[in-house]
């Protein structure tokens, strides 16, 4: 007999979501199918308001707080652009206290890394200096040698705009040189100047960035890509203080009056004392 109750009144399955029996009386007293779009905007509705549908919001709010950081790119594209910004993370050599280089990184326009390498120097290493380069002697061993990296950089640098924060040390370490025109050096661009002192690049980062940078070992890739975000949110005033520079030493150099040589002078003081 229970057997035959069992199969004439089968056990109604186990309601899941509280609101889904409202949903469906809601649904036939409207009349909408399957496919109705009311159907869905109210399933949408319901699932936003469970449990589950805050567990799926965890992700898209994670990724919104990643978009926060203005150092992560928002795009893909590794082209060479015809800005770059460049830092290099040098190790000691000789006694210690001479600098070489021992990584050097690129990003393009939009941060994104264009070369990015370890260096072999020519001089042994004595000092990786980790606490801030962030190189140890493993990252050295099968890294490429200091003149096909100076090669290649000064292949992708060549004609461009150089970005980078005191670039005169990273050159240096390079043993490049690159035309003053077409440097960008955050560290001496009057806006971030104060009372005509430089500022270092993590209390720049801090202060126009809002992000915190170098706090232990230096990321080559994040302080070029620090350098280059200033560089782009100040480019088109800056390009502008660039272009007035030119055009104000052009026209100082065409003030200038025209020395006459030395040597001249010299010459025509003793013909005339010949000839008395």
């Not at 460049?86 to 939009?110: I, P």
């Not at 962030?134 to 290649?152: E, H, T, Y």
Request: glycine share 4%; net charge positive; hydrophobic share 35%.
């Amino acid at each position: 007999m229970e057997s035959e109750q069992k199969k004439k009144n089968p056990t109604k399955p186990l309601q899941l979501n509280p609101n889904w029996a409202q949903l469906q009386l809601q649904l036939k007293s409207n009349g909408f199918n399957k496919s109705s779009k009311f159907k869905k905007d109210l399933l949408a509705e319901t699932n936003n308001n469970s449990i589950l549908g805050k567990r799926k919001e965890r992700p898209d709010a994670e990724s919104d707080d990643s978009k926060l950081n203005p150092l992560i790119p928002n795009n893909d594209d590794c082209s060479l652009t015809d800005v770059v910004a460049m830092d290099c993370e040098m190790v000691g050599v000789g006694q210690g206290n001479k600098s070489a280089l021992g990584r050097v990184t690129l990003v393009n326009k939009w941060g994104n890394v264009i070369y990015d390498e370890f260096v072999r120097p020519v001089e042994h290493v004595v000092d990786f200096r980790t606490k801030i380069s962030g190189i140890r002697p493993r990252d050295l061993r099968k890294a490429k040698d200091f003149r096909v990296v100076q090669k290649k950089v000064a292949e992708l640098i060549d004609g461009r705009i150089l970005v980078g924060h005191a670039l005169h040390n990273d050159l240096k370490v390079l043993l490049l040189t690159h035309q003053k025109k077409d440097l960008r050096d955050t560290s001496e661009y009057q806006p971030f100047l104060k009372e005509n002192r430089r500022k270092s690049l993590q209390h720049l980062a801090a202060e126009f960035l809002g992000v915190e940078i170098q706090n232990g070992e230096h990321c080559p890739i994040q302080d070029s890509r620090a350098a280059m975000l200033l560089y782009m949110r100040n480019s088109k005033q800056w390009e502008k203080s660039v272009k007035d520079q030119i055009r104000r030493e052009l026209k100082q150099k065409k003030r200038k009056p025209k020395k006459k040589p030395r040597e001249n002078n010299a010459l025509n003081l003793n013909h005339a004392s010949a000839a008395s």
